[in-house]
């Protein structure tokens, strides 16, 4: 009745490729058991409408979130600012889901070496501060040692309850 090839035919439909499954293989097991007595085929439909149901309900109630995460290393790259804030830990508004794989340095009383132009400027003076790298410093590139090491985090997505 139904191959593994159908079921990856409906994988880029997701919930909806699930949906239309569901009713297909329904309609063919009611046909089926038509023959034989109706109350099992209704029962067995039922079985797998509610089945369908739990799953939707469970898939709704689970949303991807991002966080920074902190990576329990020190190391800087020296350059790469995109950004700053005069924060001991990164701010949630650089973390969204265009920024995952983005790294973030923090420093705790470090009074120097805020990155240059005007845009860094709520930084200066700041003992306490983070920078947001570029697109050019990602997970896996290897630290330049150019900078006094600060505080790794990560923007990262898990799911967790919505």
Known sequence: MFSPELLVVLKPFGILGLIVLAIVAIVSLVGNLSRARVPIAMI???VVLAGLASLLIVVS?????VFWGNVAQLADWGGDDSDCSDTLVPEADYCN??????????????????????R??????????????DENVRVGRAATGHAPPGRVYICAAAVSPG
């Open 44 to 46: 067995i439909a039922l």
């Open 61 to 65: 109630m689970y949303r991807p979130t």
């Open 97 to 118: 889901d265009q920024r995952i794989g983005q790294i973030a340095v923090c420093w705790q009383n470090r009074n120097e070496g805020w990155p240059p132009g005007d």
């Open 120 to 133: 860094f400027n709520r930084c200066r003076n700041k003992t306490t501060w983070c920078t947001y790298k």
